[in-house]
């Protein structure tokens, strides 16, 4: 049976179709014979007791890269099999705005991700979710402060490591990392300790300039990986901050921490995600908008799209009844 799916992602024309996860999945997806639509945040809405969405119909891709769009019709949610969430950070009164409305049809139509997880699972604490859970050791996580400041600067004078990296709570795409010196974040701290408030603390770890990698999981499963590396003289190796891929074979110890949190993941209902790691450690799950898709099959040819639209073909139909 062809399905109708709709994507709700950042306008099409923002998007660099030689990189992006979302117009792959929509290029399967159009190559199946699937209807799609593309809408906006903005394009979502509660109007007399239903979840309507301002969609345009996507068509044949331009070989640029772009799928055409129709004239904007006004739908009912309800009417659709599918629908993927592909909307960017930052997860902000938007975003979350979207997520709760439509939370509101997550029984009836099939979400790649849940709006509902969405909202309840943060992307930097799903790590430590997993550890709760039992299904990742302390010896996996990457030791983490988030908190006052002043406490920031505790934890960070016990710390062994030299060197020290904050991340905004709420960051995304490797943007607004630091590396600081130990005794400078610590003085930072003593006389300014509000500067470390809604920062997430962790020590620098060495690994990352060789081994920050990430694990595309669909469906429990590792469907792909491959190791980010930063530009000269950098340490934050994501894509977007101009890092590069390569393809190397996880190690035994990254093979089992990735195999755990992905069973963690398909535990909570997490159809889709990107697994962060750092040497053997696990530094964040992406869930929001998880990329990759592209990179991968540079590096191996296999286009790892397939398993996120046949995950949808297989269970799209059971919110349907």
């Not at 099409?12 to 990189?19: F, I, Q």
């Not at 509902?116 to 402060?145: C, M, N, W």
Request: aromatic letters at 10%.
């Amino acid at each position: 049976m062809k399905l109708k799916i709709f994507f709700v992602a950042d306008p099409v024309e923002t998007l660099k179709p030689a990189s992006d996860s979302t117009l792959a999945i929509l290029r399967v997806a159009q190559d199946r014979g699937h209807r799609t639509y593309w809408l906006t945040d903005k394009d979502v809405e509660y109007v007399n007791g239903k979840v309507m969405l301002r969609a345009r119909k996507c068509g044949a891709f331009s070989s640029e890269g772009f799928p055409s769009l129709g004239e904007v019709e006004v739908l009912d949610a309800e009417s659709f099999h599918a629908g993927l969430i592909r909307k960017d950070p930052p997860f902000n009164d938007d975003y979350v705005r979207l997520c709760w409305i439509l939370a509101l049809i997550e029984k009836k139509v099939l979400f790649v991700n849940r709006p509902s997880l969405l909202v309840r699972y943060h992307e930097k604490l799903l790590p430590l979710e997993a550890f709760s859970q039992g299904f990742l050791k302390k010896t996996d996580l990457i030791p983490t402060h988030l908190g006052t400041g002043l406490s920031a600067t505790a934890f960070v004078q016990n710390l062994k490591m030299p060197l020290v990296v904050t991340k905004p709570f709420l960051g995304y795409g490797g943007k607004n990392i630091d590396q600081w010196k130990k005794e400078d974040f610590i003085n930072q701290g003593m006389s300014h300790p509000e500067k470390w408030e809604g920062f997430v603390v962790q020590p620098f770890l060495k690994e990352v300039l060789q081994e920050d990698r990430r694990l595309l999981v669909i469906d429990g499963k590792i469907r792909g990986q491959f190791v980010r590396v930063p530009p000269p003289g950098g340490f934050v190796a994501n894509l977007a901050q101009g890092g590069t891929a390569e393809y190397r074979p996880l190690s035994k110890a990254q093979q089992s921490v990735g195999e755990r949190a992905a069973r963690f993941l398909k535990k909570i209902g997490m159809v889709f995600s990107g697994l962060d790691l750092i040497g053997p450690k696990v530094s964040e799950i992406n869930v929001t908008s998880p990329t990759g898709f592209m990179s991968y099959q540079k590096l191996k040819g296999e286009n790892l799209a397939t398993y996120v639209i046949s995950s949808i073909e297989r269970n799209a139909l059971r919110c349907k009844r």
